[in-house]
């Protein structure tokens, strides 16, 4: 962050990555996200935060897999108050992130 600031960077940018049966950051995500929170108030650099599926094959494809994605997200938020510019999804009209992109038939869903 300090080395982001030096540059004349205005604002970092990074992903909090949700997997299917994941409700809340694991302890990886909360040492990070708490490093880079930490690192942002002392510095004063603003983070946006895309909370995000991390291949279009582990988009939550069902009621209750919506239902952790958005419970994810919420701790996310709530775990790390400082980080206001949150980004929720990536790229959805992208395969890469968000599938399926068509029905059954054929027809466009994304």
Do not use: C
């Not at 694991?26 to 996200?33: I, V």
């Not at 002392?42 to 009621?63: C, H, S």
């Amino acid at each position: 962050m300090a080395l982001a600031k030096l540059a004349g960077f205005r604002a970092v940018n990074l992903h909090a990555f949700w997997y299917p049966d994941v409700t809340e950051p694991r302890e990886y995500d909360q040492q990070t996200l708490g490093n880079v929170a930490a690192a942002s108030r002392l510095l004063g650099i603003p983070v946006f935060v895309a909370v995000t599926n991390n291949r279009g094959r582990m988009a939550p494809q069902d009621d209750d897999q919506r239902a952790q994605f958005a419970k994810f997200a919420t701790n996310v938020v709530k775990d790390f108050p400082s980080f206001t510019k949150i980004i929720v999804g990536n790229e959805p009209n992208l395969s890469n992130f968000w599938q399926p992109q068509f029905d059954d038939n054929g027809g466009d869903i994304a």
